[in-house]
């Protein structure tokens, strides 16, 4: 029998001494299993939020949280995914995903739903008649080895300490806790078999790490935690201070990614996703280095390789590819808006995470778990940061159904009086650069 004391990890905890490896199975695995409650759980959390944990401590957490489940065995090398920290119009995956996989990294990208502002990975795809992303473990290992990349959701055997976890955490006000983020993240990606891992981490005002400091902390406890399971891996710092890309909502985030896979979209979206696909492939293993591997990721989409893949990904999740091919069989919402500015100017500032809550007024996201998404509402801006624009001009159009008729003129007077701010000189106005900081890391394990 365990000489383990829930009340005695909540007391050295509490008191912000660090915690053994057996004390934190202990807590975990009892909570998985039921025998710890929610409000023993709870304080666990809460005392995790104000003592932090040291870096073998999130280590720790993240292994227990790993191992409560089942883990897959994809291959012993060229396995790779990316995370996201998320964002407004943060879309990057559907481009990323098959130019990789077209390369010849296999991806296994289990994405999630939307959470607060930001809309989920799964909810866009969901755009696509026919596509099943509930995926078991044996049949996602087949697709990877077979087509290279898989868009699943994370099964009831992954890491389910982590999703009960996490559902505590949405309700006890300990959601911004780095170490507790970092064993989040890190179990689910270990538990995909992989051999290396692309972090994207999102800071600004449509971030969930709106600090660029809390970015970088954030950053560094996944990068050494990474390097603890003896994984290779890139972090990127980069901007969330205006939409990635000009559309937010799920079926138009959906074009614009197929857009810039044929070589025709937003230039910030395409940017990023080059960067982070030729991450993916260099640690991959299928270029030497970095600039070799972005030269790679443009080739394949000049050469169509990567929409084929993207393609070819979807018919086999059960998905109609005819909806890649032709966007009117997409969801689409039933009026259009312009917003048009009121003066002239340059524009200088964007609240994201206001105009991500924004789109939740006209369906285009959840206020609660339960409610159905209209995937055919969003936004379309037309002007990003830095950019001129005159006085009635369209700087946005507003995607929406007819039930949602009455939110409109309150949603255009948001936009031009709250929402998108602008100068009359470009003196004032700066607009951040799209990547902050790239960094590898390569693990001697």
Known sequence: MSDLSVYKILQKKR?????SKDEINFIISGYTD??????QMSSFLMATYLSGMN?????HLTEAMLYSGDTLSIATKGVVDKHSTGGVGDKTSFIIAPIAAAAGVMVPMI???GLGHTGGTLDKLDAIKGIKTAINAKPFVKQIKEVGCVFGG?????????????ALRDVTATVESIPLITASIMSKKLAEGINGLVLDIKTGNGAFMAKKSQAVNL?????NTALNFGKNGYVFLTDMSQPLGNAVGHSIELIECIEVLKGKGPKDLTELSLDLAAAMIHIGGQSSSFTKARALAEELINSGAALNKFIETVEYQGGDSSFVKN???LPTAQKRVSVKAEKSGFISEMKNKKIGLAAIEIGGGRRVKTDKINLGAGFYFHKKIGDRVKKGETIVTIHHDEKYKNIIPKLKHMFVNELILIEASAKNVKANPLVYKKQSFWSKK
């Open 15 to 19: 008191d912000s001494k660090a915690l």
């Open 34 to 39: 039921g025998s710890i409650p929610d409000y």
């Open 55 to 59: 870096k073998k401590e999130t280590a």
């Open 111 to 113: 994405s999630g739903r």
């Open 154 to 166: 994370q099964t009831k055997k992954i890491a389910p300490a982590d999703k009960k976890i996490y």
């Open 219 to 223: 950053a560094e406890s996944l990068k």
């Open 327 to 329: 966007y009117k069989k």
